[in-house]
Structures are given as C-alpha cells and as structure tokens.
C-alpha cells in the first residue's frame, strides 16, 4: 500500500471545487426566490414616498421589474456566470467593490475575532477535558457557556460601557480614526494590513485599539464554542486505544495529551471550527452594527431592507464562495494533518 | 428679497418653534462668532447614508447634504430664511412659462474649468435622459426645455408655476462639468467635481467622506474651515459614543430623544437647535378604513382628530423634540394655519367626539389597526402614545402592527394598511410640496382614495399664481377644507437638532428650513 | 416510548459535579418555564401596561419599590416585560423546535434509508443551507412572512424553523445511514419485514437517543436568535408581545443616557435561560453520548471478608514477576464488582504463562491491573513483587517509570493501538527519548530498525503511517514498539484475536523468539486453549476472578484437576471434533457472584459443599494448585 497522497488529494479537491457550482446555484436560486417573493422593490423603498404611482410604475418598468418572474431569474443567472455582479440599485455601488471593501474589514474581523476564539478555547478546552469533572472543568465549561449565552450585542453594550465610557481606555466604534483613516491607503481594506504594507508604523497603535474590543467581544463568544468542542473532542480522544498503549509504553501525561490526544482531537475541531464560518458570520453582523465596523454582514442587511436584489444577489455569491474556500482550505489542513483523509 | 420678477412674493423670516437659534438676515456668508481657528478640521457624525455624489442619482436629503456642498446651483436658500436668492446666477421670470437665469460671472469647477451655460443645460438634460431609478428628474417635470445662449439660460415650462424658483434651489438642479460626467450615465462618486464651496477630496462609501475646499471657488461664502470630514455610521449609538468621546465634532441625525438628551448632559457637548418642517401624519386609506358608509368613514376620522393630544404626545414619546402640528402644511411655511386647531381644538375632546360617532350611527369601540414603522421612520413611541390615547378614550380599540421599511412602503401605498404612520421630508420649503404630492385625485403618492374636486382646483390655482397674498388666500381655504375632510391626521413637525461639541461654532446658523446643512459655515476654535 | 425513557434514565445516573451542572441547568430552565406559564399570576403588570388606576407610570425611572427592575421609555415596568418575554421566547422556541423536529426528522429518516437521487438532493439543498448564515436566512424569511402573515409568533418561529430544518435532517440522516448497516437491520430486512418497520424499529430508536441533546442545545441557540431577530427590528411585533432582544436594543440609548436597568435585565435573562437549557443539553450529552459516558469508578473499602489468599504454585527458578493475593476491585453503577479477587501466581524468567478464561473472568483486569493501568476510581490490593518492589503500592509516577523499559504490555486490538497521525518511526523516538533521552539521533534509528528487523518490517517502511499497514503488521510493529526498550516482563492481552490464523502464527513465533533470545517473561492472555497448548510453558486458568488451577501445560492439559478445566478442553475444537460440546450455563456476574465455589452453578461434579464454603488452593505437586473440593 504505498502512499498516494498528492494524486488523491488533487482529485478530492477537484471534486469539492466542482460541487461549488450547484451550491451557489441552490442558494442563489433560493435567494432570489425570498427576495422577489418578499413585497417590495428597490425602488419602491428608496424613492417610493416621493413619486406619484405612475412615475413609479415607469421607473419600475425601466428597470425590468414588471416583467415575468422567470425572465428576471434566467437574466441574472447569465449575469452572475459571466462574472458580472453588476451595482447595486441603492446606492450604485459597484457590488465587487462593496464586496472587496467591506467584506476585508469582515476579514480583519473576523481573523482576529478566530484568533481569540483559539487562543482563549484551546487551551482551556485541552485543560477541561483533561481534567475532566474537576473545578477546572467545571469553571472552563461554565464559562464556555455563559460566554456563548451572553448575546453578541448585549456583551458588546457592557464592553463599550465599561472599557469605553466608564474607564475610557479603548474606542468603540469603527475600523480607525477618522484622520488615521483618511491617512491610510486601503489596498486589502484589512486596515492593519494596508498600514504594513505602506510602512505607516504610526497608525498601528490606532488599528489595533479600534479592533481589541470588536474581535475580544465576538471572539470570546465563538470560544465559548470552541471549549466546549475541543473539551468533548478531548475526553474522546483521551479514550482512544492507542493513548492506553502509550501510557502503557511509560509515555507521561503531558506526552499523551499534548502529543496525541491534542493534535488527533484537532482533527474534528479544525473541521467543526472551519464550519463555524457560517456562524462567525452571523455574529459578525451583530458585532459590525454594535461597533460600527464597516463590515458586509451589515451591508447585507442594509441591502436587504432596501431590496436591493443585485447587491444581495451578488453578496450571497461572494459569500458561498468564501465558505466554499474555506470548507476547501480546512479540507486540505485536515489531510496534511491526517494522512488517513485523502480518499 | 425671492426675486421671482412679476410681483414681489415676499417671504417671512423664519423663526421656528423649537429653535433657540439665531436666524441671521439673508446672504450666504455667515461668520461664526468668536475667534476659530480657518485652519480647522471639523468632523461630523451622522446616520445618513449616501445613496449618489451625482445629482442624477439621488433624490434623498443625505446626498443633497454632500451636494450642497459640492456643487453650485443657480439659486440658494440663504441660511435661516426660507427666502430664494441669487447662488450661480440671477433669475427671474419673464412670461408666466419662461423663467431667465444670468450666470454670475467668475464661477468655476474645482478642476479649473469655468462655469458656462452649456455646463446648465447640460446638467438638466443629464437628470432627464438618465432617469436613475432613484433620482430626481420627476422634480424636473414642469419643465419643458432649457436652453443656453452666451451667459444666460432660459427654461421653459409647460404651465405657469410658481414654485419653479424652489426646485432649482435643490441639488437636482446642480450644476456639473459637461467635460467630466457623462452625458447619459452617472459618474462615480469618488470622481465627482463640482463648481461649490468644497469639493470632495476623499470618499470612502458609507464611512468617510473629505471635503477640502475648491480652490478655483467664485461664489460668495466664505469658508470658516480649511477641511469637513463627514464620518457615516451605522447606528446612532456609535454615534452617540463618538460625540461623547470626541472623535465627532458635531452629530446630526438621526437620534433619539433618549440620546439628545444623553448628549446634553454629557461634558463638553451641547445642543443646537433649529427650525424644521419634517412632519408626521397619520393616514387613513378610505377605501380599508373602519366605517360602512362615506358619512361613517369620515365620522371616525373626525373623531380621530379630536380625540388626539398632540401635546402628549410632544412631551412623552419626544422630548419636546418636536411641536404639535395642526396642518399639514407647517409653521413657519407661507401660507400655513393652524386649521385643525380650528376646527377640532387644540386640546382633546372625547365628548364631542364620541357624539360625533354617535350622529353617524358608528358602534364603539371601533376597531382599527394602526400600522407603523421602524427602521425607516423610528415611530415606536409616537405609535405606542396614540394607540394608548385612542384607546384612553373608549372610542377605539386599537391594534398596533409594524413592518419593516421596504415591505411597509409598497404596501402602505397599494391598498394594504387602512391606517398608516407616515412622514415627509420637504424638497424645498414651499407650501405646495406639502400639498400638491398629496391631494390631487390622480396623482397623489399616498393612494388613499381621497378625492376632493375643489382641492384639486385649489391646488392647480396656486401653482400658477405668483403673487404670494393670492398664495397664502389659496392655501387658507386647502387647509381648511383639508381639517373637515380629514384624508389625514398632521401630528407633529420636528425641529433640527444636533449635539455640538464646545467650541465649534455655526451650527445653529444652518439649522434651517432648507435642510442644506452649509459645511462653509461651521467653525472650529 | 421505552427508548426515551432509555435515553433520559442515564440523566439521572450522573453524579458528582456533572450532576450539580445539569441540576442547575434543570433549575434554571424551570424558573424560566413558570415565569413564562404562570406570568400572568407573577407579572406585577402587563406587557405594555403604562398606568395604574389612571395614574401614568413614570418614564425610565430606576428600579424602586412600585417597579423592582425599574421602567422603560414607554412606562412599562421593566420586570413584568422580563416575565412576559419568557413567555414570548419559551412559546417562539417551542413552536419554532417542534416543527424543525416534525419537517427534519422525517425528511433525514426517509432521505437516509432510501438514498438515490431524492437523498442527494436533499443532501446538497441541507449543506447550502447549513453553508449560509443562520442570522441572515432568517432575516430574509422574517421578512417574508412580515409581509404576508405579520410579525407575531408564527413569524418569528418560521423563521427560525427553517434554520433547524438542517440540524436535524442531517444527525438523524447519519444515524440512520450509520445504523442501515447494522447486520441485525440486513436481517431485518432479509427476513422480509417491510421498510416502515425496520426503520421504527431499529433506526427510530437510535435516533430518539439523539434529538433530545440537539433539541435543548437547538432551544438554547433558537433564544440568541430570536433577540437577533428583535434586536434588529424584525422579530416579533413589539406591540404583539414583550421581548427580550428587542428591549435590549432599545435599553442601548438608555445605557448611554445613564438609565442602565432597561438593557441590563432583559440581557441577564437571555444569559440564565440560555445558560440552564445548554447545561441541559450539555448534561444529556455527557449521559447519552458513548464516547462521554463515564462508568463511575468509585473507590470502595473491601465490600465483604475476602476468600482465602489463594496459594502460590511452588516452582524451582527465580520469578521475575511474583503476584500473591492480587485484588482489584470498583464501584460501578451497579455495585461493587470484584473483577480480580485474589489471584497468586509466578512467572519466572524466560517463561511464558498462559492465562486463558471466558470472557468477564477478569483475564483483562489483570493484566492491567499487574502494570497499573488501571481506570481511575480502580483499587488494587495484594502484592505484586517485581525487582524487589511491590508493584502495587508504588505511586504512579515511578510506576509510569517501568513500564516501557521493565514491563510491557501487548494488546488486543492491533488495528487501534497506533497514534494515526504519527508515522512508526516517530513513535519508536518518543518511546526510547521518553526513558533514554539521552540516545543520540543515529542511536534511536538503529535501535528502531533492528527491533523492526527483529518483527520482519523491513526498514523502507520506517517512515509510513499506521494506516499503511495491516493488522498483522502493525501488531508486529506494537510488539517491536513494546520490546525495543527491552522490558523484562511482557503481558500479552490477546495478542492475536483479533488476527487471522496465518498472521497468528507468525506472532506466536516471533513470541517464542523474544522468549528464547531475550528471556522475556510472557503473561499471555486468551481464550484459545490451543495457543497455550502450543506456546507456553505454563498455563493458569481462571474463573469468576480467581486462578482455578494453574501449572505446567502438559501436566495440566493432559490430566486437568479441576472440572472447568477439564469441560474447557473439552469443549475445544479440533480436527478430530466429531460433535460440539459445551459448558451449561454462562459466567457468573461479578457483581454477585455465586456462594461457595463460584463454578457450582455449572460443574458437573457438583457436590453439597461446593455451594456452601469455598474450597481451599491445594497443591498437587509440581507447582500446580487447584482450588476445588474435589482435591481436599
């Protein structure tokens, strides 16, 4: 049985990038669905209150919402394949460029929001369950759940509350200041990046400052996942054969934990952390609105209250994309880390 | 001073109900007092969102606020009066459906290009041919041509209209660089120049936007600052916090009575205050409304108005933020009265209310469904109070449901809602637009099946008068015409008003009717 | 029915902090369960009631004696809004649960037992839904349904309905497809009983193990979305009922107004419900889930008077491992159980014992317990003396030190028993670096190829994974793994059992090897009196914890002295076997065993005494000692 790795591994690669098409086709088939279905129309919302109905009815008719359902779908369908994402009706905003904007600050979000989640999760996850029915187990898993339990814009409220107003030591809203901002070239729109690359050393205190709160607030609450992931994950792996046969060659405990039951728990919980992609999203959005940090979570919802059917369209699309690639990313970092999972 | 040429249609100053603040005498120029430093920065925080830098894609107040700014038009509303003076040009009419403007020499766009007729022409034939989805060219409706010849342009109109002056006070009407916007698609916003006091040096879309000062300007305002950054955020409560922290100089809409007063109370931050002409209204949709015959219909109207307590209303679900309205036409507009105050009181009379729908033969309590909205509107409080009021009163037993913005407006306006909160934000400050989107059997936005015959004659009689006593006369007999018949119930008109951080001054000056928030005028020490 | 009760019996069985965990996880939910059906007789105030007796409440007023937790900008009193908002979140999760539960699970059970086309798509429509944020389909729905049906309870749940739909088609598909498998559900179906059935039967039971930890953890996220919802404006109608999101979001303007208590207290509440209902789930899980259930070893004095010590077989030559008296005994759920109730034996150098039993004759528990790898909560006693130490009170961590360089341990399943994402050779460097750091790089790698030499792995496979290899080869490798730091005790758990025979007879032979080449001692454990036959020199027979009858093979093969023995190598099947032959009954419950001789039950020489006093260990000569009355 000799070892096959980066044939199959193509192969599997191939196989998921090529179920990306029906995916992006279900769910963009199922958005425009909601969205046509739900009353109203762009237009209607933005200019509605000041036309008469016939000009209303003129504008809507230039803008092809008048015409038969299917037309609208296959239309845009052969938009999206040619790549084309088109502007948003709302504010016309080219919708690639909303999607590079502000879904980099989401990025910057939610990269820092994960590294917290990690650096807070995994270790007291590890200590949880190996110390498992202890105070320590205990306090982690209450903690996990307490912090999860605590809505993301109700924890966001205390932590502007205190480490705002009260003490004054961090801001609270927004990616930057306003004249650190208007000094930075967005190239990535992940500010600290785009600071870096430009050599702007001065504007990093300020970067960093506006992310603490953001990334702790939405982090802590993803960790409160992830402990209680890599706890369970732990004690499972703890109770597998081969930990009993390295205790049995005299190996210690930390060996055993840190060395096998660590990285083959890692498995399922790179797995399930990557698939908390959907649900860092969501957070997201509540986190981006709480701290006014330009995010496309919120613009999603603000192009959805508008009915904007372009923008969300091609939003959505971006956004199946990325969980696509990360699912894909956390496929590959699963089979470098398990040589068992390149079928 | 509105020169409007046959006949003088003079104009009154405007002092409004809430405002605290002074209403300086005509000109664009209105220095702040005190000693500020022009070399300033001034940051402005706000909620607004900015839908187009190009005046062919907008018809919303945030992107005339960037507008403004950017862009000259042909006339101005001077800060603190409701008056029509001379901006790029000088006007007047010559004919009832020829209105004449005179370029002011001098004028360029911050790229060096001079101002040219050709340049007018251009831009409102621009709005027309574009037709954006979400702009302003139905403004341009009772014009009929526009053409240019040496410094003078000459607009043409298909009827007499007396409010033609208005719309070319608004930034639909400004003016662009033919050389630099296409002629038949807009232009994005980051490219945009204009011929006004700024131009927009840097422009984030819905984060930031820099406004630096044209450096090729010819008008009359002079600039108490050297640099107006707008910050758009998402939530009020960022901005709230942001006032208070001081990454904000001034915070201006939209926030709650709550937060006003937050602001007040907090160090280093006051209130400024103006006179407004946003209203609220309730309307009734007379084909849904409760009542079995026309005569019942109007009957529970009727009782409606007589039942509500303005004044409640004003100080519970506002603040008295906002001041009770008994028009639909506001104070402090020409020509406006106080018709409902007239005809139903201005304290609630549950009595003569509850006879009323006895004469009519309507059983109590009457059933009605209010409907309200959030997002858009921000109309919890007010519509909490009435139904408590409504209710209070035994004579209805009213239910609240809410929507939210999109689903709310397209249904508020085809047949959905038998009873609806809804607002208006004027486009200038004339009486007709409050009443010309509104009553005409045909035309009217709100599709409430209200139709008065007379309305209608009166509404065509002052848009072609030009005398403004004859104006007024019209506008007195709509309004009470409007208070028997009831279509809709004026509820409040709402003041300006924005938290100032000490030492920036100005703000109080453009707090006016216009709603043209003049960057140029703000100071900074 | 009986399978949920099954599911929720273990519930009760937790113990220790766990218990104090899912106890106040219940409490919690509880309180928040009769708020919700009871607010109407607890509330002070209605939902949206500004005024008493005509007199207005105040507006945002701090808590005080007429309103505990103070009032709202509206004049509502802000602790009747928190009872009244459980109702509205404890009706919006339970409607919103029940129909995920009655749309998912069918479509998982039908989707998963029929396959085909129909499953892939439901799979692929189920993992693009999974795929897009749960906040922002529910917005979009709510917003559909505002428009159509309004905002009251019904919206707020459908849209949350439709985010579960996924969770649940997905478990209980993989449970069925899981269980479809089971040979006993194959001859379900082989047997002719009709689809329905098979999968009510057997699959439907599993499942219901499941939904009741997804439907608490599901409650707990179902609360955080629905005051998402109404923090952002679209989740139930204010004017139709209180909640909780809602009034957080309205309590921000008040937080930076000074007037703390409207946004504090709704947002304690979501924290406690959601906290009680994931410590619930949480709790079910620890119980339901195989892989977290604990059997709870609790330390436990001696329960009764202890049986003789068993006696010593009296051999010539030194032992390298000296057991005398050896117990082992834990609590379990059920009692106390005796697995290893005083087993005396000896294994001298170079020697291989035997030790074959039926399964449940604590076989397993001794071999762990000789080297101290025993469960926690597991209690020894007696003496095991090796190296003039007795194994059994020394503490764990000098204990951890032999094992590897002084005593090893083979075990059954050689399929398991390597670190998957470790190749071979870095499990050889952590076993020699872990008891002889000081071995350089080209030290180690020698070493590990000649034992790998040694089991006939070539050294071109040094570098490959565990899953590179099969059965055969990687116990090869585990017995290299185990011999290479050169243990001079080895105990052989059933080595080959789960090995075919050709394999095993490799295995035997490389045993005898070691034994011959190193003079390894060998404890082998099986059940296969035909290996021991073959391999060992020695063999001990046990039965209900205890050594029955040890000795030389041949003396004890040849002529067993105790009637188990013999009916052992009676029932064993040979070439020769002409008809089956077996032992009546089964092995006793340790947790009870029976009086008197333990094999009384089922031995054929039964006599009176044998059910009432256990017999004496004699000796019969030659180092054999047999425990039964026969020889006394």
Redesign the interface.
């Known amino acids: 049985?000799?070892?096959s790795t980066t044939g199959s591994l193509r192969r599997y690669l191939v196989t998921r990038l090529l179920?990306v098409i029906?995916?992006v086709f279900?769910?963009l088939t199922?958005?425009f669905i909601?969205?046509r279905?739900?009353?109203?129309?762009?237009?209607?919302?933005?200019?509605?209150?000041?036309?008469?109905?016939?000009?209303?009815a003129v504008?809507e008719h230039?803008?092809g919402f008048d015409k038969p359902l299917l037309v609208q779908y296959f239309n845009y369908l052969g938009q999206v394949f040619t790549g084309n994402f088109g502007t948003a009706?709302?504010?016309?905003?080219p919708v690639t460029?909303?999607i590079t904007?502000n879904g980099g600050a989401t990025l910057e979000l939610t990269l820092a929001a994960m590294l917290v989640a990690v650096l807070v999760g995994i270790p007291l996850g590890l200590l949880a369950g190996r110390m498992?029915?202890?105070?320590i187990?205990?306090s982690s898993?209450?903690f996990g759940?307490?912090i999860?339990?605590?809505?993301?814009?109700?924890l966001g409220?205390?932590a502007?509350?205190l480490f705002?107003?009260k003490l004054?030591w961090l801001?609270?809203?927004?990616q930057a200041?306003?004249?650190t901002?208007?000094d930075i070239k967005?190239h990535t729109h992940l500010l600290i990046l785009d600071a870096v690359i430009d050599g702007k050393w001065g504007a990093l205190p300020d970067l960093l400052k506006h992310l603490v709160l953001p990334a702790a607030v939405l982090g802590l609450t993803i960790s409160g996942v992830v402990i209680?992931l890599v706890r369970?994950n732990v004690?499972?792996t703890l109770?597998?054969?081969?930990i009993?046969?390295?205790?049995?060659?005299?190996?210690?405990e930390r060996?055993v934990v840190v060395?096998?039951a660590l990285?083959?728990a890692l498995?399922p919980i790179v797995t399930i952390t990557g698939?908390q992609a959907?649900?860092l999203?969501?957070g997201a959005?509540?986190t981006?609105?709480?701290?006014?940090w330009?995010g496309i979570?919120?613009?999603?919802?603000?192009y959805?209250?508008?009915?904007d059917y372009t923008a969300v369209q091609g939003i959505?699309t971006a956004?199946?994309l990325a969980?696509?690639v990360i699912?894909l990313l956390i496929d590959v970092i699963n089979a470098w880390?398990?040589?068992?999972v390149r079928y | 001073m509105r020169k409007v040429g046959l006949g003088a249609v003079g104009v009154a100053m405007v002092i409004g109900a809430a405002a605290c603040g002074s209403s300086s005498s005509g000109g664009a120029a209105s220095p702040g007092g005190g000693s500020t430093n022009p070399k300033a920065t001034v940051v402005l925080g706000t909620t607004d969102t900015i839908v187009s830098a190009d005046p062919a894609g907008s018809y919303d107040l945030p992107s005339w606020t960037l507008q403004y700014n950017v862009y000259q038009t042909l006339l101005q509303v001077p800060p603190g009066t409701s008056d029509i003076a001379a901006s790029a040009a000088n006007c007047d009419f010559k004919g009832k459906t020829t209105y004449v403007c005179n370029l002011v020499p001098g004028q360029a766009f911050s790229n060096g290009d001079p101002v040219t007729a050709d340049d007018v022409v251009f831009s409102f034939n621009r709005v027309i041919a574009i037709n954006s989805p979400n702009g302003p060219a139905s403004l341009f409706a009772p014009m009929k041509s526009v053409t240019a010849s040496g410094n003078t342009v000459t607009f043409t109109l298909k009827a007499p209209d007396a409010t033609w002056p208005d719309v070319l006070t608004t930034a639909a009407a400004s003016i662009v660089d033919q050389k630099v916007f296409p002629a038949k698609k807009l232009l994005a916003d980051d490219k945009v120049v204009g011929s006004g006091p700024y131009q927009l040096s840097s422009y984030t879309p819905n984060q930031l936007a820099e406004f630096t000062p044209n450096p090729h300007y010819g008008g009359s305002a002079k600039l108490n600052n050297s640099k107006f950054v707008v910050k758009y955020e998402q939530d009020a409560s960022t901005l709230v916090s942001d006032a208070q922290s001081g990454q904000v100089d001034i915070a201006y809409r939209t926030l709650s009575p709550t937060q006003l007063s937050a602001l007040e109370s907090s160090n280093g931050l006051s209130l400024a205050k103006g006179a407004g002409i946003e209203i609220r209204y309730l309307v009734f949709n007379q084909k849904l409304q409760p009542g079995d015959t026309a005569a019942q219909k109007l009957a529970i109207r009727k009782a409606a108005a007589q039942v509500i307590d303005r004044a409640s209303i004003a100080s519970s679900a506002y603040r008295d933020t906002v001041t009770p309205l008994y028009s639909i036409i506001p104070q402090g507009l020409n020509g406006a009265t106080e018709a409902l105050k007239t005809e139903y009181g201005a304290a609630p009379d549950v009595t003569k209310a509850k006879a009323a729908l006895e004469a009519a033969g309507v059983t109590t309590p009457v059933p009605l469904t209010l409907w309200y909205n959030v997002n858009h509107y921000n109309d919890a409080d007010l519509a909490t109070e009435l139904m408590r009021q409504l209710n209070a009163s035994g004579l209805f037993k009213v239910k609240l449901q809410t929507a939210e913005w999109a689903t709310y407006d397209k249904a508020a306006l085809t047949d959905t809602y038998g009873a609806f909160l809804f607002g208006w934000f004027p486009d200038y400050p004339d009486a007709d637009d409050y009443t010309g989107p509104f009553f005409p059997c045909k035309t009217a936005f709100l599709n409430d099946h209200y139709c008065n015959p007379k309305v209608d004659q009166l509404i065509s009689a002052e848009q072609a008068s030009t005398s403004e006593s004859e104006r007024n006369q019209i506008f007195a007999q709509m309004q009470t015409l409007l208070a028997q018949d009831v279509p809709l119930i004026p509820i409040w008109q709402g003041g300006q008003v924005a938290a100032v951080r000490d030492g920036v001054t100005g703000v109080e000056d453009t707090l006016d009717p216009a709603y043209d928030f003049r960057f140029w005028l703000v100071g900074k020490s | 029915m009986r399978g949920l009760r099954r599911a929720l019996a273990p519930l009760f069985a937790a113990r220790g902090l766990p218990r104090v965990l899912l106890w106040v996880g219940i409490s919690l939910t509880a309180v928040f369960v009769i708020l919700a059906v009871f607010a109407p007789l607890i509330a002070p105030y209605g939902f949206d009631q500004y005024a008493a007796d005509g007199v207005r409440f105040p507006q945002q007023a701090a808590p005080s004696i007429h309103h505990l937790l103070g009032t709202t900008v509206q004049s509502d009193d802000v602790l009747s809004r928190i009872i009244w908002g459980a109702r509205t979140s404890i009706e919006v999760v339970l409607l919103a649960l029940l129909l995920s539960i009655v749309v998912g699970v069918p479509l998982g059970l039908v989707s998963g037992y029929f396959g085909g086309w129909l499953d892939r798509i439901l799979v692929l429509i189920n993992d693009s839904l999974i795929a897009f944020p749960y906040l922002l389909l529910a917005i979009v729905i709510a917003f559909l349904l505002q428009g159509s049906i309004g905002g009251g309870v019904a919206t707020a749940a459908f849209a949350i309905t439709v985010i579960y739909i996924p969770q649940y088609f997905r478990v209980v598909r993989n449970s069925v497809l899981s269980v479809r498998e089971e040979p006993y559900v194959e001859a379900g179906r082989v047997l002719g009983a009709p689809p329905r059935t098979v999968i009510r039967r057997y699959v439907f039971a599993n499942v219901v193990q499941s939904v009741p930890v997804l439907a608490s953890l599901n409650a707990a996220d179902a609360i955080l979305t629905l005051a998402a919802l109404s923090f952002l404006g679209i989740g139930i109608d204010p004017s139709a009922a209180a909640e909780w999101g809602y009034d957080i979001s309205r309590g921000i303007d008040d937080a930076q107004a000074g007037y703390w208590w409207t946004g504090l207290f709704p947002g304690l509440a979501i924290i406690l419900l959601v906290t009680g209902l994931t410590l619930v789930g949480e709790s079910l899980n620890d119980s339901i889930n195989p892989l977290l259930r604990q059997r709870r070893f609790t330390a436990m004095a001696m329960p009764k008077a202890g049986l003789e010590p068993a006696l010593a077989p009296e051999t010539a030559g030194t032992s390298v491992i000296k057991v005398r008296d050896l117990r082992v005994w834990y609590g379990s759920e059920r009692g106390p159980v005796q697995a290893v109730d005083g087993v005396s034996l000896d294994v001298r150098q170079g020697e291989m014992l035997g030790v074959v039993g039926e399964s449940g004759c604590g076989k397993s528990t001794l071999a762990r317990g000789l080297l101290g790898l025993l469960p926690a909560g597991a209690v020894r006693d007696g003496l095991v003396e090796f190296d003039g130490r007795n194994l059994v009170e020394l503490p764990s961590e000098e204990m951890r030190w032999l094992r590897g360089p002084s005593l090893g341990m083979v075990f059954q399943e050689p399929m398991t028993r390597l670190d998957p994402l470790m190749r071979v050779s870095a499990h050889f460097a952590e076993a020699l670096r872990t008891h002889e750091p000081e071995l350089s790089d080209t030290e180690v790698r020698r070493r590990s190829l000649d034992a790998l030499a040694g089991m006939g792995i070539p050294p071109t496979r040094f570098g490959n994974y565990p899953y590179e290899f099969s059965g055969g080869m990687r116990q090869r490798i585990l017995i290299a793994l185990t011999l290479v730091l050169g243990p001079k005790f080895v105990v052989a758990d059933e080595p080959t059992t789960a090995l075919d025979v050709l394999v095993e007879a490799q295995i035997l032979e490389i045993l005898a090897d070691v034994k011959r080449n190193f003079d390894t001692s060998i404890l082998f454990i099986t059940h296969n009196l035909g290996i021991v036959a073959e391999a060992c020199d020695r063999v001990a027979v046990m039965y209900a914890g205890r050594v029955v009858e040890q000795g030389p093979v041949s003396a004890v093969f040849a002529d067993p002295q105790h009637p188990y023995t013999r009916e052992l190598l009676a029932s064993t099947i040979s070439l020769r076997t002409t008809g089956l032959r077996y032992i009546e009954g089964s092995p006793p419950d340790l947790l009870s065993p029976p009086s008197g001789c333990r094999f009384h039950p089922r031995c054929p020489d039964v006599m009176a005494v044998c059910s009432e006093r256990f017999p004496p260990s004699v000796e019969l000569g030659g180092g054999h000692p047999v425990e039964c009355w026969l020889h006394v």
């Open positions: 049985m000799a070892s179920l029906p995916m279900i769910l199922i958005v909601l969205m279905v739900a009353p109203g129309d762009p237009i209607q919302a933005s200019v509605g209150a000041h036309l008469s109905p016939a000009q209303l504008r230039q803008a009706i709302t504010d016309h905003q460029q909303v904007r498992r029915d202890t105070w187990d205990v898993r209450l759940i307490v999860y339990a605590a809505p993301v814009f109700f409220l205390l502007q509350e705002g107003r004054g801001p609270t809203s927004s200041s306003v004249l901002q208007l967005p209680r369970v004690i499972q109770r597998g054969d081969y009993e046969a390295a205790r049995a060659r005299g190996i210690g060996g060395r096998h990285r083959n498995v698939l959907a649900l999203m969501s959005v509540l981006e609105q709480t701290f006014n330009p979570g919120n613009r999603l919802v603000f959805l209250e508008a009915r959505v956004f199946t969980v696509v699912s880390i398990d040589p068992r």
